[in-house]
T-cell receptor, first 113, second 115 residues
């Protein structure tokens, strides 16, 4: 059974700091890994998608890496801003249906001015 | 270019009643997914549908829950005879196609409260 773990559970940093969020998964048979952010009372916003054959993806100040063999992914946020405060979720796509995302519990990020 | 639309945003039901949650996917998307987020727990996959077909229902409870995605109209998640433990946020997502390069786009969810 696939399990996804995110460390740390919560993180509080001053504005401007570079930070790393970690995600690990137990079964390397994944099709892709996605990073999302969730704001309170809202749905999920897709940030980055890394296919299993890829090593990393970048979007603006965000960079996500994937090491499928070791079951790890990191989300790097450069020059953090208060607007980055949210819950960050990683999820892996598994199963023959290509439809089932398995989520971690998330990292609650607070960036204070 | 509207995103995934879910309604209602909040739904209150008494124990034993039925709850119907609706999801309209993004324009051009024919694949719909439902997830549930219980209090203090992560998101859990429930069901994956493509127009008129259930592709994967491995996360659906065996009783009281059903889902459909008809040829015309939104996808419906139906919960019969609701119980307190059904209180959760229910999220719908959609994608254009099936495949490892297809991100799922999420709606804002329906918060279901059972009295």
């Amino acid at each position: 059974k696939q399990e996804v773990t995110q460390i740390p559970a919560a993180l509080s940093v001053p504005e401007g700091e570079n930070l790393v969020l970690n995600c690990s998964f137990t079964d390397s048979a994944i099709y892709n890994l996605q990073w999302f952010r969730q704001d309170p009372g809202k749905g999920l916003t897709s940030l980055l998608l890394i296919q299993s054959s890829q090593r990393e993806q970048t979007s603006g100040r965000l960079n996500a890496s994937l090491d499928k063999s070791s079951g790890r992914s990191t989300l790097y946020i450069a020059a953090s801003q208060p607007g980055d405060s949210a819950t960050y979720l990683c999820a892996v796509l598994i199963g023959t249906s290509y439809g089932k995302l398995t989520f971690g519990q998330g990292t609650i990020l607070t960036v204070h001015p | 270019n509207a995103g995934v639309m879910q309604n209602p945003r909040h739904l209150v039901r008494r124990r034993g009643q039925e709850a119907r949650l609706r999801c309209s996917p993004m324009k051009g998307h024919s694949h719909v997914y439902w997830y549930r987020q219980l209090p203090e727990e992560g998101l859990k996959f429930m069901v994956y549908l493509q127009k008129e077909n259930i592709i994967d229902e491995s996360g659906m409870p065996k009783e009281r829950f059903s889902a459909e995605f008809p040829k015309e109209g939104p996808s419906i998640l139906r919960i019969q005879q609701v119980v307190r433990g059904d209180s959760a946020a229910y999220f719908c997502a959609s994608s254009r196609d099936r495949g490892s390069n297809q991100p799922q786009h999420f709606g804002d969810g329906t918060r279901l409260s059972i009295l």
